[in-house]
């Protein structure tokens, strides 16, 4: 079984940064694709970023792109979402999650585990 905790999540100010975090219980981290969700509220869970199970490879929502990077330490089964730049539409619970397989996916249906959420709120 698969644990993903994420953390770091906290209040910000516009223009700010934050760093999220997520953990992986288990033997297999490097062979699962990770990626970055969130849910404002009254939304549906969007794609934020994801990274192959190699690191070698990512992809990022338009909205997130240039401000966004996720990367990923093998040795550390964590994975990391850097966020700079923030603004107030970036305010919503931001999930980690892990795929099966080497290749990400940009849909929340291609993914296995999930981690719990952590808020993150940006004020004007």
């Known amino acids: 079984q698969v644990q993903l905790v994420d953390s770091g999540g906290g209040l910000v100010q516009a223009g700010g940064s934050l760093r999220l975090s997520c953990a992986v219980s288990?033997?297999?981290?490097?062979?699962?694709?990770m990626g970055w969700f969130r849910q404002a509220p009254g939304k549906e869970r969007e794609f934020v970023a994801a990274?192959?199970?190699?690191?070698?490879?990512?992809y990022y929502a338009d909205s997130v792109k240039g401000r966004f990077t996720i990367y990923r330490d093998n040795a550390k089964n964590t994975v990391y979402l850097q966020m700079n730049s923030l603004k107030p539409e970036d305010t919503a619970v931001y999930y980690c999650?892990?795929?099966?397989?080497?290749?990400?996916?940009?849909?929340?249906?291609?993914?296995?585990?999930w981690g719990q959420g952590t808020q993150v709120t940006v004020s004007s």
């Open positions: 990274i192959s199970a190699s690191g070698f490879s990512t």
């Open positions: 999650a892990a795929r099966g397989a080497s290749y990400y996916s940009t849909t929340t249906t291609g993914y296995d585990y």
């Open positions: 288990g033997r297999t981290f490097s062979s699962y694709a």
